[in-house]
């Protein structure tokens, strides 16, 4: 299961979270982190994707002796929900132009990338090479805003932002080896 995670893990930080652009800080996300970076000064806004918890649906199928010595090796696909928590995190001069908007900004950049990025996608995990179908991703999301205010103060010139997403991630793995469709 954890190395479905990690293939779900990169394909959002690395292609979904990377990149995004605003209208007030460019990039908004310069690079997203795994694990996160914890820091009192992030140069860029970033997004620290980690935490997950999940619920496992299985459609099973006829388990055989499978190559690997002889164990049993499953049969049938299986489909986890994941909740996946994605933090973002930003230090913004009070000098920016437009700074009390540009957080809020970052932060809409984010939902309507996990609202609009393509699915469904076959995504392959970099240290197993299993192949899984990602179905869903940011149909439901759960977010924290409140923290998304300034916790500088005004003679430091400086104000840090953060805010938490839980994304939920519909994804099919095929356990005997084959793309599941």
């Not at 394909?11 to 820091?39: C, K, N, Q």
């Not at 199928?61 to 499978?66: E, L």
């Not at 986890?80 to 908007?101: F, G, K, R, Y």
Request: aromatic share 8%.
């Amino acid at each position: 299961m954890v190395a479905v995670l990690n293939s779900v893990y990169q394909y959002l930080a690395y292609t979904v979270l990377t990149g995004i652009e605003s209208r007030y800080l460019d990039p908004v996300i310069a690079s997203a982190a795994l694990p996160p970076v914890f820091t009192d000064v992030v140069a860029n806004p970033y997004a620290f994707v980690w935490s997950a918890t999940s619920d496992e649906h299985q459609q099973t199928g006829p388990r055989t002796m499978g190559p690997r010595g002889g164990t049993i090796q499953p049969g049938g696909y299986q489909k986890m929900v994941w909740e996946i928590q994605i933090d973002l995190a930003a230090v913004i001069s009070q000098d920016t132009p437009n700074a009390q908007q540009a957080f809020p900004a970052c932060f809409d950049q984010v939902i309507r990338a996990l609202n609009t990025c393509t699915i469904p996608v076959i995504i392959t995990d970099p240290a197993t090479t299993q192949k899984s179908q990602i179905l869903t991703i940011g149909v439901n999301l759960h977010t924290d805003i409140a923290s998304a205010y300034s916790t500088s103060t005004t003679s430091q010139g400086l104000m840090r932002f953060g805010a938490s997403i839980v994304c939920e991630v519909q994804e099919k793995v095929d356990w005997s080896g084959g793309v599941p469709t």
